[in-house]
């Protein structure tokens, strides 16, 4: 169904509900996305009404209504509907509660008069409430009643259509279940790994229309590249290979499947996957990870030059890799049969360095023994050195409720505050005067109104009675940023922001921070931890701490909790460990001290001390 919308709407009633049904007639039969059935529904719905515009609103559970769509577009710069769009929301709320309502928009029921219809749309999800507000021009009471009883006959449309949205889902769940059982009845006619994986990669690639597509399995932390469509061999040292296992690794490592280009809002990490398709020269990649009881085995990588993958075939393909997941790693533990003869080799060999040749290099190897006894059997308790820094467990931030003007500053940077310290006091002179004019605006409707009532004038008592509502409202605003005046500390805690005492007098905007304070009762320490060491600490694990301004007292610390995501700091990765005193802390203690901390891994060799550095040194310049 096209979305395009109309450049205006027809004249006459008549017409416009011709124009209703006919657009009616196009929306019950579509099935596309849910933002193009609203759009051209909303129209519908307001041609079909005899209206002139449309809006629609939403409701979550107990949240306020939020207007998601108006129909025309720019409905609300046309004259004649300023009155109509401050009615809208109290008219659709009724309608949230009653499921429709009706209501004029000057107060008068009787003869033509511009009216507010609503109501509340059936949905077959359990969610958020819909409800669609009209503005009728020129209706007598009869007139908006039968425009509303209208709406009320199609008021199941969105119902059907999520119905048929689940039915069409429903739909194509079994046809990728059928094409990957099908997949999987293929896959079962090959027992070599090597063979089942270009089968595999060539079935997705014809059917999903892929530039390429290739099969990586994980050998330890990495990713190795197995099988790639339509190529019997290639190097594995070729370029092109290196980044497709790159692109694999970012999937394997954040466990999840990767779409490229993605969302700027999406948190996902797509670095490597942008780098493949700018070298490859294609638009499109996904990936998707192998999972085999929870762990990640294998990734599969899939590259288009120009048609975007859908949600279809993103869940074709996770559907696919759980399938066939276990036949692969079956087939991959199978045809280990090189490692096992490496290994029987090794065991012959041995066999001869342990027979009765060689005296002299044996008891060399004795006294070599020896000294590596000591050095592995041998050991102390190794620390992990991180630096750290003070950090406390609540921080408020204390900000204008309101514009105004600093009339006074109580406390300044380093105070000790208890709760319900006032700190600063904002300038009430001109809320005081808003007190007394809405009092006055108030009193003078409330007059009004008895006056309108003793006269019987009915029409005059409603305005009138809206009019002190509305003054009884701005008194209740104003003397609610009164009570706000003056900003009090939440908590006991000390000022650690808010220098203010030579800013008396100056203007402030609401929502400008004005003073932060910290907690001192729940101190805790934040160190950061080389990415190299971090592997090394358990939760729960001790340690001490030394500040810089008095490096000779010594702390007892406790690790609390290790933060899974690393962060650059000077230029290497660090973990941020949060470490708790498992004594009190002393009074002297303030947020943003810092020091050195050294946290206990536990009993170490004295080789591994000497040497895990070198070592994993080397594993990364030999890549071993």
């Known amino acids: 169904m096209s979305t395009t919308h109309r450049s205006g709407t027809p004249g006459s009633a008549a017409e416009r509900f011709e124009a209703g049904l006919e657009r009616l007639e196009q929306v019950r039969r579509f ?10 529904f909303l129209e519908a719905a307001t041609l079909l009404a005899g209206a002139r515009v449309g809006l629609l609103f939403r409701q979550d559970d107990g949240g306020p209504l939020q207007r998601v769509r108006e129909w025309p577009d720019a409905a609300h710069v046309q004259p004649g509907v300023q009155t109509f769009w401050r009615a809208a929301p109290e008219v659709a709320r009724a309608a949230a509660d009653r499921e429709a309502a009706l209501a004029p928009l000057d107060g008068v029921a ?3 008069a511009p009216y507010a219809l609503a109501i509340r749309w059936e949905t077959a999800e359990a969610g958020p ?15 908006a009643a039968a425009a509303l009883r209208h709406l009320r006959l199609v008021a199941d449309t969105p119902r059907l259509y999520q119905l048929r949205r689940r039915v069409q889902d429903a739909q194509g769940t079994l046809t990728h279940l059928a094409s990957a059982t099908d997949l999987v009845a293929l896959l079962n006619a090959h027992d070599r790994f090597p063979a089942l994986a270009l089968v595999l990669v060539n079935e997705l690639a014809g059917r999903l229309a892929c530039t390429r597509v290739g099969l990586g399995w994980r050998t330890g932390p990495y990713i190795r590249l197995q099988a790639i469509s339509h190529t019997d061999r290639f190097e594995k040292k070729m370029e092109a290979v290196r980044r497709l296992e790159q692109a694999m690794e970012e999937a394997m490592d954040q466990n999840d499947l990767i779409v490229w280009p993605t969302d700027p809002a999406d948190p996902r990490v797509t670095r490597e996957h942008a780098a493949l398709a700018s070298f490859q020269g294609v638009a499109h990649v996904i990936s998707v990870p192998l999972r085999l009881e929870g762990r990640v085995v294998g990734v599969l990588t899939c590259e288009r030059a120009a048609r975007p993958f859908t949600e279809a075939d993103q869940q074709f393909l996770a559907l696919t890799a759980e399938l066939v997941v276990r036949r692969l790693a079956e087939r991959f533990e199978a045809d280990r049969w090189i490692g096992a003869r490496a290994a029987t080799a090794l065991r012959k060999r041995l066999a001869r360095w342990l027979g009765p040749e060689h005296t002299w290099a044996k008891l060399g190897a004795l006294a070599g023994a020896v000294g590596l006894g000591v050095l592995f059997f041998g050991g ?10 003070v950090r406390t467990e ?4 204390l900000t204008a409720p309101f514009a105004g003007y600093i009339a006074g500053v109580h406390h300044e940077v380093g105070d000790v505050v208890p709760a319900g310290e006032p700190l600063l006091a904002l300038d009430t002179r001109d809320l005081m005067l808003e007190e007394a004019a809405a009092l006055a605006d108030l009193d003078r409707a409330l007059r009004e109104a008895e006056k309108a009532r003793a006269a019987d004038a009915l029409a005059d008592m409603r305005v009138a009675e809206a009019q002190a509502r509305q003054a009884r409202a701005r008194l209740d605003l104003v003397r609610h940023r009164l009570a706000q005046a003056v900003l009090r500390s ?6 650690v922001e808010g220098d203010l005492k030579e800013r008396l007098g100056a203007p402030v905007r609401a929502g400008d921070p004005l003073f932060r304070v910290a907690r001192l009762d729940r101190l805790y320490f934040q160190c950061r931890v080389r990415e190299t060491d971090v592997h090394e600490l358990r939760a729960g694990a001790e340690g001490q701490v030394a500040f810089l301004s ?4 010594k702390f007892p610390v406790r690790i609390e909790r290790i933060e899974p995501v690393a962060q650059t700091h000077d230029g290497e990765n660090v973990f941020l460990v949060r470490c708790t005193s498992t004594d009190p802390p002393p009074d002297w203690w303030r947020p943003g001290m810092t020091g050195v901390a050294k946290l206990e891994v536990g009993h170490r060799s004295f080789f591994w001390i000497l040497t895990h550095r070198t070592v994993d040194f080397l594993r990364m310049f030999f890549w071993i």
């Not at 099935?31 to 051209?40: I, K």
């Not at 609540?394 to 931030?397: H, K, T, Y």
């Not at 008095?550 to 007292?553: A, G, K, T």
């Open 110 to 112: 009787k003869g033509p």
């Open 394 to 397: 609540d921080v408020a931030v």
């Open 380 to 389: 102390m308790t190794y620390r992990v050195e991180a630096p750290f820094e």
């Open 550 to 553: 008095r490096p000779r007292l």
């Open 490 to 495: 939440p908590f006991e805690g000390v000022v």
């Open 31 to 40: 099935s596309g996305a849910p933002e193009e059935f609203w759009t051209s």
């Open 129 to 143: 409430r819909l409800v669609s507000v009209f503005h009728l021009e020129a209706a007598t009471e009869a007139q």
